[in-house]
Nanobody
Framework: QVQLVESGGGLVQVGGSLRLSCAAS????????MGWFRQTPGKEREFVAG????????RYADSVKGRFTISRDNAKNTVYLQMNSLKPEDTAVYYC????????????????????WGQGTQVTVSS
């Protein structure tokens, strides 16, 4: 059974930092794009950041550029999201996702292109 399990969410004050982790099990994703999305009630799931299979190509939503960093450790089958300078508008449930496509040279921001999803972890930024 393939699972993506997020961890690291929580409550943080404005300007603070959090590091999310997503550990995969059941198969390896070393050849696949992995990404982070977020969602708030009543809104569609929003792309946050993504990394191609090697980590050499990354992509970020404009709203998080310069503040968030995605990285991956393929030896651990894990992807991370370092979030700095957090703002109240970053409050959301954050989801990890992985594609089925092989060695992408671009990072897609389309949720439908991601075949596997975690259960989500809540991030709350308080002012």
């Amino acid at each position: 059974q393939v699972q993506l399990v997020e961890s690291g969410g929580g409550l943080v004050q404005v300007g603070g930092s959090l590091r999310l982790s997503c550990a995969a099990s059941g198969r390896t994703f070393t050849a696949n794009t992995m990404g982070w999305f977020r969602q708030t009630p009543g809104k569609e799931r929003e792309f946050v950041a993504g990394s191609n299979w090697s980590g050499a190509i990354t992509r970020y939503a404009d709203s998080v550029k310069g503040r968030f960093t995605i990285s991956r450790d393929n030896a651990k089958n894990t992807v991370y999201l370092q979030m700095n300078s957090l703002k109240p508008e970053d409050t959301a449930v954050y989801y990890c996702a992985a594609t089925n496509s092989y060695r992408d040279t671009v990072v897609t921001d389309t949720p439908a292109r991601y075949a596997y999803w975690g259960q989500g972890t809540q991030v709350t930024v308080s002012s």
